[in-house]
């Protein structure tokens, strides 16, 4: 009888391997980073062997960690980095370029000859989706336009498209499996939420071959098995979900109207809106969270996103730009040194700002400084810039949805921060949940890979396994977090637009 699932949590700045037990807990962890590379002013870029090697060196880690054999894991489930892009030979294996990274902004000027063209409606519609750099469709394009005999090999059938997730599977399979799941694909500006299927208008309008695209899954399916040199027999891999889907999924908001928000590199809050796509009027993202079921009937969960593109970023910013902490988890503690961020507001618009303002011509600023500020200020003004942004996403998603959010539930890196959670909780003036299982991104790809397979019965007895660690209460009176929000959107307003086209 096996004992595990094993998640394969492949994130922006490193990647792990996790082993759960039945009871959801975690019975191992390796990590791994791998490193960021950065060409020009807003654009970011990985090395996919980097990927590759630090993902199959955790999971080969865990196993050694758990004295564990193939034997020991039910499943594999993978879940990944959204967005990020990457092209490779067919036959070769080899990427025919660095991944495009989600944060990059190096296909800014093709989003706006689309928006110039007058597609942003016809893409919204039929994706969800605003039209952005953030997304894979327009990525792919700069790549067969810009490698050299790229889009000759693309029309030839000689190369492949995957998201993350995607090119590892492909790799653990040696080749054999070549596919993504609903949620991934709904990431793409090219798969067509309502028809669940690739869109040929759209493909056509990007310049994207049909056939270097995966086949779509259900995020909870057998798709095939590792090979047998990687870890000494086969695994099945059972589990595909984007990792804010997969987070949402392994925070157990299986019913509509429950939400949770992420804070890793970036943000992400997502809201279930049940079985059918809620188009948003405010510039979220309208998604799919997961896909059940059968190719053939896939029973779909949608959601509404909204998507902050630098937040634990920059804290590392704090640590790696401005030399301010030497570890991330020091952030905390020089914030405490300061009683507030007295009139200081970071706006870390490093890469531009995502929802719901979509502006990559956005930049970095501080405002408020005096000669009173000092570095806590600073430190303290960054977490505070977490919280205001999930509050602006926060405030589009009911006006959506149209009704009121009692609590959220948080995970992601910084949420052991007790001073961010709290002024979350405050600034939000809601009650914010943190779960003894934290990293719920893995959790969600191991229940999904572990439903596939019979290792637990139903999200029902998943969502038995959910238990709460902390629950922040807002102690803020209404007038000071009103103030202190206007001070934010006041910032926000003058960091915007200030790239020159």
Known sequence: MARYVMALDQGTTSSRAMLFDHDGRVAGIAQREFPQIFPAPGLVEHDPEAIWASQLGTAQEVLRQASATPADIAAIGVTNQRETTILWEKATGKPIHNAIVWQSRLSAPICDDLIRRGLAPTIRAKTGLEVDAYFSGTKIQWLLDHVSGARQQAERGELLFGTVDTFLIW???????????????????????NTLDWDDDLLRELRVPRSILPRVVPSSAVYGQTETSLFGAPIPIAGDAGDQQA?????????????????????????????????????????????????????????????????????????DGLGIIQNSADVERL???????????VVPAFVGLGAPYWDARARGAIFGLTRGSTAAHVARATLDAMAYQTRDLLEAMLADADEALQTLRVDGGAVVNDLLMQFQADILGVQVQRPVV????????????????????????????????????????????????????????????WEDD
Not at 171 to 193: E, P
Not at 335 to 345: E, L, M, T
């Open 335 to 345: 914030a405490q040194q300061v009683p507030d961020a007295d009139g200081v507001y």
């Open 438 to 497: 934290r990293e719920t991104t893995a959790l969600g790809a191991a229940s999904l890979a572990g439903l596939a397979v019979g290792f637990w019965r139903d999200q029902a007895e998943l969502a038995s396994h959910w238990a709460l660690d902390r629950e922040f209460t807002p102690a803020m009176p209404a007038e000071q977090r009103d103030r202190l929000y206007a001070g934010w959107k006041k910032a926000i307003s003058r960091a915007r637009e």
């Open 247 to 319: 987070a949402t999924f392994g925070q157990a908001c299986f019913a509509p109207g429950m939400a949770k928000n992420t804070y890793g590199t970036g943000c992400f809050m997502l809201l279930n809106t049940g079985d059918q796509p809620h188009p948003s009027t405010n510039r979220l993202l309208t998604t799919i969270g997961w896909a059940l079921g059968t190719p053939q009937r896939p029973q779909v969960t949608y959601m509404l996103e909204g998507s902050v593109f630098v937040a634990g970023a920059a804290v590392q910013w704090l640590r």
């Open 171 to 193: 790799r653990l399979t040696g080749g054999k499996v070549h596919v993504t799941d609903h949620s991934n694909a709904s990431r793409t500006m090219l798969f067509n939420i």
